[in-house]
């Protein structure tokens, strides 16, 4: 049965695939603007996601034996510092969006934003499927609705 963890945090990851959505139609519209706009939003939500991931979450998934399963909790935070990584390449290059002629650079950063697609799918379904399930299947619904309510991101 999903927990309520799962479910809240299920939600913010809809919701990050929305953002960035978002800013790919903008990068089709050829609008730099809103396509750096639309970016700054779901970075923000994204390192907010991560760093509630890593504060609240973590811990307690290792405290509840996720560390002895086959998906540890530094394994996620691995992933992160790609997801991260790549946010940062993502931001210089739209930067530079407008200044040069031509619609390369948006084909460039659409082929890049495809590649993070993958592996933030990748990643959001293990943590489906392994990290909160193991909220749910563990933890009382009242101990996942506290950690729940600490998230800046779920909010
Ligand atoms: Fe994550
Ligand atoms: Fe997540």
């Known amino acids: 049965m999903v927990g309520p963890l799962e479910a809240g945090m299920m ?3 809809a919701e990050l695939d929305s953002a960035l959505h978002d800013h790919q139609v903008a990068l089709l519209d050829r609008d730099p603007a809103r396509a750096r ?3 700054a939003e779901f970075a923000a939500k994204l390192r907010e996601h991560i760093a509630d991931e890593e504060t609240h979450i973590l811990p307690a998934y290792a405290q509840l034996g996720g560390d002895a399963s086959n998906s ?3 394994q996620f935070e691995v992933e992160h510092r790609k997801l991260l ?3 940062v390449e993502c931001e210089q290059r739209l930067a530079q969006l407008g200044t040069a002629p ?3 650079p948006i084909l460039e950063l659409l082929d890049r934003q495809s590649w993070f697609k993958s592996l933030m799918q990748h990643h959001d379904i293990r943590e489906g499927r392994v ?3 193991l909220f749910s299947d563990r933890l009382p619904h ?3 609705e506290l950690i729940l309510a600490r ?3 779920a909010r």
């Open 11 to 13: 939600r913010v990851h």
């Open 37 to 39: 706009r639309t970016f």
């Open 72 to 74: 540890p909790a530094s």
């Open 85 to 87: 990584a790549f946010v």
């Open 102 to 104: 031509g619609d390369r």
């Open 131 to 133: 990290l909160y399930r």
């Open 142 to 144: 009242a101990d996942q």
């Open 151 to 153: 998230c800046v991101s």
